[in-house]
């Protein structure tokens, strides 16, 4: 079964401290790596997303930065505040199939 | 714009019962998903529907049904619920199947099942 792991589960960041959430993939046919944002009781949104041919994409705050080679990438979220505090998802793409990591809930103390 | 609007938002079963989710989306999308949310599994597909008048197996598909009824409408049905069926259900929908791109939520549909 391909794969898309997440870490970590949780995370507790200060206000205006940087949170980092790492994804790992399995399978180099992915094309797409996208990152949802979860807030309670509403569905996931697109927030930020990156192919696989350049190494960062950033947009405002949120940063992605791709390592091909070691088939991971991870989300920055700088001068994290506490309206980012929700679930965030990494997701890997490829034909026919998108697979989703299992989540990261993140919690910005003000 | 509405997006994609899932009903019911709430709905408790018994075991053994059936019922239908129902999945509408306004935005011309070829493309609708069924995807079931537990805590620490993230989002799994149950379903999908790569265009109208096709429906294929995600990867949790055993105990579901669905129907694509037309472009619009996608709907997941429930035959003899179980415990295990239990979670959060979202709809989603997406331009097209190939090269997915962006995927369109819905806002849940959470479901016990006694």
């Known amino acids: 079964q391909q794969q898309v792991k997440q870490s970590p589960q949780s995370l507790i960041v200060q206000k205006g401290g940087i949170s980092i959430i790492n994804c790992a993939y399995e399978?180099?046919?992915?094309?797409?790596f996208p990152w949802y944002q979860q807030f309670p009781g509403k569905g996931p949104a697109l927030l930020i997303a990156i192919r696989p041919d350049v190494s960062e994409k950033k947009e405002g705050r949120f940063t992605i930065s791709f390592n091909k080679s070691a088939k991971q990438f991870s989300l920055h979220i700088m001068d994290s505040q506490p309206g980012d505090s929700a679930t965030y998802f990494c997701a890997a793409e490829g034909t026919y199939k998108y697979i989703f990591g299992t989540g990261t809930r993140l919690k910005v103390l003000a | 714009n509405a997006g994609v609007t899932q009903t019911p938002k709430f709905q408790v079963l018994k075991t053994g019962q059936s019922m239908t989710l129902q999945c509408a989306q306004d935005m011309n999308h070829n493309s609708m998903y069924w995807y079931r949310q537990d805590p620490g599994m993230g989002l799994r597909l149950i379903y999908y529907s790569a265009s109208e008048g096709t429906t294929d197996k995600g990867e949790v598909p055993n105990g579901y049904n669905v129907s694509r009824l037309n472009k619009r409408e996608f709907s997941l049905r429930l035959e003899s619920a179980a415990p295990s069926q239990t979670s959060v259900y979202f709809c989603?929908?997406?331009?097209?199947?190939?090269?997915?791109?962006?995927?369109?939520f819905g806002e849940g549909s959470r479901l016990t099942v006694l």
């Open positions: 989603a929908s997406s331009e097209s199947r190939i090269n997915t791109g962006e995927l369109f």
């Open positions: 399978n180099t046919a992915f094309d797409y």
